[in-house]
């Protein structure tokens, strides 16, 4: 009976591709130290927390209407800032914002792809592409990576010629990789996918830039000229500490930022949302002062890892890849020793390979500890 415990997901008429399939699960375990989801490890600063809670009680007076459904304000102070730190200026116009880069994603998913059409990805990579493609009935491609977690732009542009997707996903820096794919890359494959679909209008190349703050190098905002398909997805979520907001965004052609509405729900950024955001927004400058002292801790993580005899994969993130465990056993084998020491980090299923997040020194300095004792696979 519907009421019974034996009664499950696959009782139910639930769509024939999400049969037997889990959710995304990263592990929230409650342990001393957890660096496993590429969260800022530093609470906002108390004047921040103050601010929020002003601007949050001026719009709870307003909560009896709806928010503004453009989030024009919200959209204009993230427009300030990406052409204050990307090297490219953006206007109002050419911004978009929502819960999170993950609803950025769906949004271009539903507006580009859905049934019938297809995405490309370059795995491994950030899941989430494939799953939300799953979920907006997008067919996935998975494109190739080079053994050392690069990509190959000829393998890659020959990916794209020949599965000609509607929708390509360039994470840089990537995720759970942490290394960053080149401008030339990008605006190889940029034009390879126009030209697949030259007949249909193009296809969309979707940079997903969640962690670029955290990068050695530049923002590829610069490439949006001229280039009306390419869109650059962000996020709240890294370097503004502020993952429990849920406040993604991103920049391209005003077109797209048009074309996106046509799926979003309305009211869809809560008055909640809006006002906190902007109240974060108003101390950017603190915050990217965290993002230096976690790209110094970054960098210690590699330079200790390798130390310690570990390959480490250049990391242009706030997370490091870390190996070589002997494959998926090994790996995961790992995974659960850190844990005993009451360390949590990410087994994204790379085998051989584990994902650690820069944490504060002391977190850091607990992470050290714990992988020292390590066995591992030295090829
Ligand atoms: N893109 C990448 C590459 C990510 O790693 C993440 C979060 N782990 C996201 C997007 C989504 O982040 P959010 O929805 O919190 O903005």
Do not use: C
């Amino acid at each position: 009976t519907p009421s019974g415990a034996s009664f499950g997901i696959d009782d139910l008429p639930v769509r024939d591709e999400l049969r037997g399939k889990s959710p995304y699960g990263a592990p929230q375990l409650d342990v001393p130290v957890r660096l496993n989801t590429n969260e800022n490890p530093y609470p906002l600063p108390e004047p921040l927390v103050e601010r929020i809670a002003e601007r949050v009680r001026e719009a709870a007076r307003r909560l009896n209407r709806y928010p503004d459904r453009d989030a024009v304000e919200l959209r204009s102070e993230l427009a300030a800032y990406l052409t204050k730190t990307g090297g490219h200026v953006v206007g109002v116009e050419n911004v978009w914002a929502a819960n999170g880069s993950n609803e950025v994603i769906q949004q271009l998913l539903q507006t580009f792809a859905g049934p019938g059409r297809t995405a490309i990805g370059f795995e491994p990579s950030y899941s989430m592409h494939a799953l939300i493609a799953r979920g907006t009935g997008t067919g996935w491609i998975s494109g190739p990576r080079e053994a050392d977690f690069t990509i190959d732009r000829a393998a890659a542009v020959a990916a794209v010629t020949e599965h000609a997707p509607h929708v390509v996903f360039v994470t840089t820096p990537n995720n759970p990789t942490g290394n960053a794919v080149p401008a030339g890359t990008v605006l190889a494959l940029y034009e390879a996918a126009q030209a697949a679909r030259a007949a249909t209008g193009g296809a969309m190349v979707v940079v997903d830039e969640a962690y670029v703050e955290f990068s050695h190098g530049q923002s590829l905002l610069p490439l949006l000229e001229g280039r009306p398909n390419l869109v650059v997805s962000r996020t709240m979520s890294k370097a503004f500490g502020a993952a429990g907001l849920r406040l993604g965004y991103l920049a391209a052609h005003p077109a797209v930022v048009d074309a996106v509405q046509l799926v979003r729900l309305p009211y869809h950024l809560s008055a909640v949302t809006q006002a906190t955001a902007l109240a974060a927004l108003e101390h950017t400058d603190t915050l990217l002062g965290y993002v230096e002292q976690l790209k110094t801790e970054r960098d210690r993580l590699v330079g200790e890892l390798r130390a310690l005899g570990f390959e480490v994969t250049e990391s242009d993130a706030n997370f490091v890849q870390f190996g070589r465990f002997d494959g998926a056993q090994g790996s995961h084998e790992a995974w659960r020793r850190i844990l005993d020491r009451g360390v949590l980090v990410r087994d994204n299923g790379v085998p051989g390979w584990l994902r650690v997040t820069a944490g504060t020194p002391a977190e850091n300095d607990a992470f050290l500890d714990a992988v020292r004792e390590l066995p591992r696979d030295v090829p």
